[in-house]
């Protein structure tokens, strides 16, 4: 059985060099812990220095976002060159936040296909908007899953992992996430999804991940029996106590 995946995005968070550090330290306490899952953490770029020096058998380095182009003169963007040269294992690529600032699952799979080439594993985000009881929502994560992962190679499917994220459960807490149930369905329809597009064996390598408000209160409902190989967790994740207890559901 492969090792759960558990991805701590930072997001903007915390609020200075100093806190980041106490955060870290703080993790590397349960370092025995940690060594058993592949566990990222995706930091605010300023942090990168300070989290690539932490042991590679603790944790790997990831990162929120990468510019879509390898070459030229970019203000403001932050290339795979120098995303490498800090040892980013794996990139977050299309997470909601940056979708609603514009990108669009075109722009999605240009990255994707962009962070393929460079060796990093692309973490793509997908997630309908809102909360639909009636199942509307598959047909939306259909035309995401196909939008952001086209033209990817079939020799290339294999290294992607899939983040379901639904954007309403996103920064709210245990409570308002998503149930058990509604999970296991979701799943089993990306799982579909990547069979048509791959076919079964290709589709059966994506990892799935969940998103969206998990907390050491759901942590292991939303692990158990529902598919999915482990977590992108947010502002849980900035509370070494809640991360742990997180990490330690998944085992
Ligand atoms: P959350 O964030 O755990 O705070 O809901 C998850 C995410 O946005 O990746």
């Known amino acids: 059985m492969a090792k759960p995946i558990l991805v701590a995005n930072w997001k903007n968070h915390p ?7 106490t955060l870290l330290a703080k993790i590397s306490k349960s370092s025995r812990l940690y060594k058993k899952l592949h566990f990222f953490v995706a930091p605010p770029t300023t ?3 300070t989290v690539s020096s932490r042991p590679k058998s603790l944790l790997n380095l990831a990162s929120q976002n990468v510019f879509v182009d390898l070459k030229g003169s970019h203000t403001g963007e932050i290339g795979l060159d120098i995303l490498k040269s800090f040892g980013v294992r794996a990139v977050i690529v299309g997470h909601s936040e940056r979708r609603a600032l514009g990108e669009t699952s075109k722009d999605v799979s240009l990255k994707v296909k962009t962070v393929l080439k460079s060796g990093i594993t692309p973490i793509v985000c997908i997630g309908e908007l809102t909360k639909d009881l009636d199942g509307g929502h598959f047909e939306f994560l259909r035309d995401e899953i196909r939008e952001s992962l086209d033209g990817i190679k079939r ?18 807490s245990a409570t308002d996430s998503i149930s058990q149930d509604d999970l296991v369905q979701t799943v089993i329809f990306i799982k579909k999804v990547l069979t048509d597009l791959f076919g079964r064996i290709l589709a059966e390598k994506v990892p799935i991940l969940y998103g969206g408000s998990t907390e050491p209160a759901n942590a292991e409902t939303l692990f158990s029996n529902t598919g999915i190989r482990g977590f992108l967790v947010g502002h849980a994740s900035l509370d070494a106590e809640d991360l742990k207890k997180i990490a330690s559901a998944m085992l």
């Not at 609020?15 to 550090?21: G, I, N, Q, R, T």
């Not at 020799?155 to 709210?172: N, Q, R, T």
């Open 15 to 21: 609020s200075s060099l100093k806190e980041a550090k």
């Open 47 to 49: 942090y990168f220095e």
């Open 155 to 172: 020799s290339d499917v294999s290294k992607l992992v899939l983040a379901y994220e639904p954007v309403w459960a996103i920064g709210k």
